[in-house]
T-cell receptor, first 111, second 114 residues
């Protein structure tokens, strides 16, 4: 049973455009929702995270939107740049459950 | 540099070999993890150690054997592996296993089983 569903599997965005990646979760005990960024040959690194007491968190060009009632959260990358090309993973944890990852989204930002 | 160091970075082994992967964290964390990352598959959690005690084993075949001698070191002992075990093996650490805190990953060991 996949507890965190991520879409799309891959995404191509023009430079300067907005990249949007969506995730949905099932476990209502989850209370921590991070996004990880992974470049080829590297381990995943935390990009931004949110807790359910807020509906949105912004750090620079990266924004998480969180909808607790729908059990969904999304990552928005504004003004996408070629250097943002990477694989992005959403994740969730909480309620004695360790970090559970989505399947990942390969983002390509074309120049 | 994330504070989590994995060695070796690359490993090629035959199906009859025995090898070990090593992970060390310098972050003072109490939880350590092994993940398997295969092409086109999600990160698969293999083992979790919380305060040196194994708390999760996600139906991992016995040819993979973890060891956590202290909260800073984690090993994955490998023996009689199969070609389908070829993957990137990632180690991670966090403050605690069940609290929602950031997990820091190492760069991984790229394992090829021939």
């Amino acid at each position: 049973q996949q507890q965190v569903k991520q879409s799309p599997q891959s995404l191509i965005v023009q430079k300067g455009g907005i990249s949007i990646i969506n995730c949905a979760y099932e476990n209502t005990a989850f209370d921590y929702f991070p996004w990880y960024q992974q470049f080829p040959g590297k381990g995943p690194a935390l990009l931004i995270a949110i807790r359910p007491d807020v509906s949105e968190k912004k750090e620079g060009r990266f924004t998480i939107s969180f909808n607790k009632s729908a059990k969904q959260f999304s990552l928005h990358i504004m003004d996408s740049q070629p250097g943002d090309s990477a694989t992005y993973f959403c994740a969730a944890s909480g309620g004695y459950s360790t970090l559970t990852f989505g399947k990942g989204t390969m983002l390509l930002v074309s120049p | 540099e994330t504070g989590v160091t994995q060695t070796p970075r690359h490993l090629v082994m035959g199906m009859t070999n025995k090898k070990s992967l090593k992970c060390e964290q310098h972050l003072g964390h109490n939880a350590m993890y092994w993940y398997k990352q295969s092409a086109k598959k999600p990160l698969e959690l293999m083992f979790v150690y919380n305060f040196k005690e194994q708390t999760e084993n996600n139906s991992v075949p016995s040819r993979f054997s973890p060891e956590c001698p202290n909260s800073s070191h984690l090993f994955l002992h490998l023996h009689t592996l199969q070609p389908e075990d070829s993957a990137l093996y990632l180690c991670a650490s966090s403050q605690e296993a069940t609290r929602g805190t950031e997990a820091f990953f190492g760069q991984g060991t790229r394992l090829t089983v021939v």
